[in-house]
């Protein structure tokens, strides 16, 4: 590397160093310019994360309103399965206290005809033996009074 012209390396230095100081109104130019840029990408950024925002404003609503439908059916149709259940089972309990009371009349109506035929069993015997009956009514009497006796 060989230095052919007239002025010395240094000066070749100072020339530049001078350019430099011409390059300084681009210099602010280009901050003005950055700042600008930065100003309208976060004017942007705020415009959209606000329109965002308001789109998820939007999509909660319609969900809010979405799972007031739901539950609202939801309690429908629980209210309407209980109604049914119980109006179900009402009706079974209905049919088995009819089924139980119809039964029980039977029982009774068995009940007291057996005690009729039981009754009339024991009138026949004592007109056939008279002594017997005595007797009977005799030693059942004893039972009952050696019964309360103990008492």
């Known amino acids: 590397m060989e230095h ?3 002025q010395p390396l240094g000066g070749q230095f100072k020339d530049n160093a001078r350019g430099s100081s011409g390059s300084g109104p681009s210099i602010s130019e280009s901050v003005a310019r950055s700042k600008e840029a ?7 950024a705020m ?23 739901f539950v609202s059916q939801a309690s429908g149709e ?3 399965s209980a109604r049914e259940v ?9 049919s088995v206290a009819s089924d139980v ?4 009349a039977e029982m009774a109506s068995a009940a007291s005809d057996q005690a009729k035929t039981f009754a009339s069993e024991l009138e026949s015997m004592a007109r056939r033996n008279p002594i017997g009956a005595i007797a009977g009514a005799l030693l059942v009497g004893v ?4 019964m309360g006796r103990r008492s």
Do not use: F, P
């Open 47 to 69: 415009n959209s994360a606000g329109s965002d925002l308001q789109s998820l404003r939007s999509d909660l609503n319609s969900l809010k309103d979405t799972v007031t439908k």
């Open 78 to 80: 629980a209210a309407k």
């Open 38 to 44: 930065i100003g309208a990408a976060a004017t942007d």
């Open 86 to 94: 119980t109006s179900n089972l009402a009706g079974q309990v209905g």
């Open 4 to 6: 052919t012209g007239t």
């Open 101 to 104: 009371a119809g039964k029980s």
């Open 143 to 146: 039972l009952i009074g050696m």
